[in-house]
């Protein structure tokens, strides 16, 4: 008599197949027409016949499952009851006629017998295909069950593995890094998940985290734990206490983690590990696991600005005391900000027009520009080229100059000159090491001289000039 009939894969043949041989001749097992279901999702939607004898769950499953003991716990005779178990797996039974319905803690449920008269039904809560991958069913309860053909129950055989405690953790990016006030470090926040993973009745508790942040990070720090508010510094040497009370099997606890970076550190190319530690509830023993976080993002934001403007007194006209010329001294005053979040090293401000320490190729070294900044140059004055500066010559247009004629149409003519020139302003940022720039402005000043020779005149507002004056 062969020891399987009809077994349906999945359900019991490759359960069976280490006690084919031991078994061979003792019993006989057929796969029933479906007349239970299983209400759990991941249970049987059939159970496998027992046409006849009285095996064990080591003669369906072997001694192990996927390296994990295998259990029996067989409750007879058959009643209702509360807690019922052998100390490891507790279970509640209600028995309704001749069917009942379980729930169960304490391990993992990987099949059911169901004896009465000479067999029972086999419920398989177990995928067995290929043992090296697919870890048993998590199953804690299920109703409706019977034994073969509607038979009177007279014992119940649980099938389990006690489980294994375990706690896992992951840190992903909550977002690219945020620049500090300040402009010279970066802020990375990390969402974080603690899970209890255990693969049986286990609850944990006693939550401790350890930190091994990678080059660039200055500190680290738990800033919520499960919606509340905390501040709790990491290091990388110890395990530190972060609470979140205890979890049970399956159950997660929701952290936010803040990195900041070193001086003058934005991006960080590498990732940071994290170290979760717990204790098991009722017992001395000690889960731990890690995880490496994402490498999150940094957009740069190097920025600057330069705005040139005339002096209050934009342009003079002095008298060279040998040749009695006219000479023209033009004064502007410069400033260049830090527009970005970032700061700003090596801003350099050049100006060829003002010439001296502010001519190119080197310029004036501002250094460095903390965010919202600015550098002010104050009142600085030049002498134009002299070919832009000869108004000895009445009457003629050269170059930058016109002879106007005065807005009340008399015959006197006045002499406006029109100076501009341009500052550019570049530099670095400390944390990106992009380049902020180069920018420009460009300032126009002018004067309107009498040729009475009675001094300085109000000149018309620039947007009125004709051409060529302002080009």
């Known amino acids: 008599m062969s020891f399987l009939n009809n077994c349906s894969p999945g359900a019991c043949l490759k359960a069976l197949r280490t006690s084919a041989v031991v078994m061979a001749g003792a019993l006989t097992m057929v796969l029933a ?42 409750y007879e005779p ?44 086999l419920y398989d809560y177990a995928d067995l295909s290929d043992p090296s991958v697919h870890a048993p069913v998590q199953t804690d309860h299920d109703n409706g069950l019977t034994a073969l053909e509607g038979r009177g129950l007279s014992h119940i055989s649980f099938c389990y593995t006690p489980g294994a405690p375990a706690v896992s953790i992951t840190k992903a990016c909550d977002g690219p890094g ?13 969402e974080s998940t603690i899970t209890n993973d255990s693969s049986g009745d286990f609850d944990l508790t006693g939550f401790r985290l350890k930190d091994s ?38 159950e997660s606890l929701d952290l936010e983690i803040q990195c900041l970076t070193s001086d003058g550190v934005g991006a960080i190319s590498e990732a940071n590990e994290l170290f979760v530690e717990a204790d098991v509830v009722d017992s001395a023993d000690v889960v731990e696991n890690s995880v490496e976080s994402d490498i999150c993002e940094f957009n740069a934001t190097p920025q600057i600005a330069v705005r040139k403007m005339c002096a209050d007194t934009p342009v003079r006209l002095m008298a060279d005391p040998e040749t009695d010329e006219l000479m023209v001294e033009a004064c502007v005053e410069i400033e260049v900000e830090n527009t970005g979040l970032e700061a700003l090293e090596n801003v350099t401000l050049l100006d060829d027009t003002v010439g001296g320490i502010y001519a190119a190729p080197s310029g004036f070294d501002i250094g460095g520009l903390a965010p919202g900044a600015i550098h002010m140059t104050g009142k600085v004055c030049y002498l134009p080229k002299a070919s832009d500066s000869n108004l000895t010559q009445d009457g003629e247009e050269l170059g930058k100059y016109l002879v106007w004629t005065s807005d009340t149409g008399e015959a006197g003519n006045f002499l406006a000159a029109l100076f501009d020139n341009t500052a550019v302003a570049i530099g670095d940022g400390v944390l990106s090491g992009q380049t902020a720039g180069p920018v420009q402005a460009t300032a126009k000043c002018s004067i309107c001289w009498d040729d009475d020779g009675e001094g300085d005149m109000a000149c018309p507002d620039p947007d009125d000039v004709p051409d060529p004056l302002f080009q």
Do not use: R
């Open 213 to 250: 942040p990678p080059a660039g990070i200055a500190s680290c720090t738990v800033t919520d734990v499960g919606g509340v508010a905390v501040g709790i510094g990491l290091n990388d040497a110890t395990f530190t206490a972060i609470g979140g009370g205890s979890l049970a099997s399956g």
């Open 78 to 121: 058959v009643v209702s009851a509360i807690g019922v178990g052998d100390g490891t797996l507790s279970v509640d039974i209600v028995v309704d006629g001749k069917m009942f319905s379980w729930a169960a803690t304490g391990g993992n449920i990987i099949g059911i017998f169901a004896k009465g008269g000479p067999g029972g039904h």
């Open 178 to 190: 945020v620049t500090q006030p300040g402009g010279t470090t970066v802020l990375y926040t990390y």
């Open 33 to 74: 027409a479906p007349a239970v279901q299983a209400a759990h999702s991941d249970g049987p939607l059939v159970p496998a016949e027992i046409k006849s004898g009285n095996p064990t769950c080591t003669n369906f499953y072997g001694s192990s499952i996927n390296g994990e003991e295998l259990i029996e716990f067989k």
